[in-house]
């Protein structure tokens, strides 16, 4: 599943008109660099959730076919903020068992095909080191677990895999998913992974102006890769 619901605030005036999503670097959407990467990794059924201009999504992404993916949308309506968790909930019937959830508005060089989720985990998150805008990262991690006290934090990165079981007890409507988390590692039910790569959080036209530079800059190949 490719987050692709936010309305993009930081991001104006960029967004106005265009949905954060569909916003190029290096000569392609953003999500697109996120579909490309998927089928390459062997992804075959994506589900989108959009809610802002979200029209626009699919007219520019169509059923997929041009990457060899099959593309399901879930949509949330345009007056509707229904969160990280929220969304994911509303897409609940479109996804398999477990499945992997990556932020619409991050650029990431992670292969997501070596991600795994070990039995009698509800989660497997994708930490990276802090960038400028978040020193005080996220959550710990210690020997490949999950915690929530330690003397030096790492942020997530907007990637992880999922059980269904972890939205359990939740009902339709917005609600984040950092307490479904929080929740899941309080019960030693949550991995994750150190990922040392190339990590974006293309949060603001700076950022976005940034990335598209240095991927111009690095001769990146189609595939994504420099």
Known sequence: MILAAGRGERMRPLTDYTPKPLLEVAGKPLIVWHIERLARAGFRQLVINHAY????????????????VEIRYSPEGEGTALETGGGIFRAL??????????NGDVWCDLDPGTLRLPAGDLAQLVLVDNPPQHPEGDFCLDDGRVGLSCPERLTFSGIGVYRRALFDGCEDGAFPLAPLLRRAIGQG??????????????????????????????????????
């Open 53 to 68: 201009l979200g029209e626009q999504i699919e007219q520019g992404l169509g059923d997929g076919s041009q990457w060899g």
């Open 189 to 226: 039910r949550v991995g994750g992974t150190h990922y040392q790569g190339q990590w974006v959080d293309v949060g603001t036209p700076e950022r976005l102006h940034e990335l598209d530079r240095r991927l111009r800059a690095s001769a990146v190949s189609p595939g994504g890769r420099p």
């Open 93 to 102: 019937p479109r996804l398999e068992d477990p499945f992997l959830v990556v």
